[in-house]
């Protein structure tokens, strides 16, 4: 069992929806990073979470330690946030490692 | 501001030549520096990473190899490609006083 799960692997919307995208994770964490993958292949780090919610325009993110688990929110989606959503966790103890989740495929349909 | 740039952005290299990727971040001083691979259809891999000059750990074993002949430069280098050496490579830093992690444009590399 991989250490970082995201669901759905796919998920296609129509614009202006509501999505959310999940990642579970089996180890102690320092930190989780929520990162956005371009179809060039560009990554961009959407947000670092340790405890609690933070939000950035239309994204919001969330993270319960207890529960290990993450979610990320896209209010009033748009064509443009068509892009692969990966989670990745920072493990306990200053580990240099990232792992990562496979990834979310996110389409939005005009 | 910090920024980090990685070239060249696509290659195609036969079997046996050497590579070398180059990255460079500008604008921090002393951050840690990785090397992460997609193979396809794959996550994000970490190869290695630095936390300072001369300073390379691994983290699989591999055909790849890294330097840090500087503190604010990284190379990805291999002596002879293999086929599975193809992939989507992506140089990335992160400052010592945080925790936020920032992707280089990435590297499209074709073994044929």
């Known amino acids: 069992k991989n250490e970082v799960e995201q669901s759905p692997q796919n998920l296609t919307a129509q614009e202006g929806e509501f999505i959310t995208i999940n990642c579970s994770y089996s180890?102690?964490?320092?930190?989780l990073h929520w990162l956005q993958q371009h179809p060039g292949g560009g990554i961009v780090s959407l947000f670092m979470l340790s405890s609690g919610k933070k939000k950035h325009g239309r994204l919001i993110a969330t993270i319960n330690i207890q529960e290990k688990h993450s979610s990320l929110h896209i209010t009033a989606s748009h064509p443009r946030d068509s892009a692969v959503y990966i989670c990745?966790?920072?493990?306990?103890?200053?580990?240099?490692?990232?792992?990562f989740g496979k990834g979310t495929k996110l389409t939005v349909n005009p | 501001s910090q920024t980090i740039h990685q070239w060249p952005a696509t290659l195609v290299q036969p079997v046996g030549s050497p590579l070398s990727l180059e990255c460079t971040v500008e604008?921090?001083?002393?951050?840690?520096l990785y090397w992460y691979r997609q193979a396809a259809g794959r996550g994000l891999q970490l190869l290695f990473y630095?936390?300072?000059?001369?300073?390379i750990s691994s983290e699989v074993p591999q055909n790849l190899s890294a330097s840090r002949p500087q503190d604010r430069q990284f190379i990805l280098s291999s002596k002879k490609l293999l086929l599975s050496d193809s992939g989507f490579y992506l140089c990335?830093?992160?400052?010592?006083?945080?925790?936020?992690?920032?992707f280089g444009e990435g590297s499209w590399l074709t073994v044929v």
């Open positions: 990745a966790v920072r493990r306990q103890g200053g580990s240099e490692k990232l792992v």
């Open positions: 630095s936390v300072g000059i001369g300073q």
């Open positions: 604008g921090t001083s002393n951050p840690n």
């Open positions: 990335a830093w992160r400052g010592g006083s945080g925790n936020t992690i920032y």
């Open positions: 180890v102690g964490i320092s930190a």
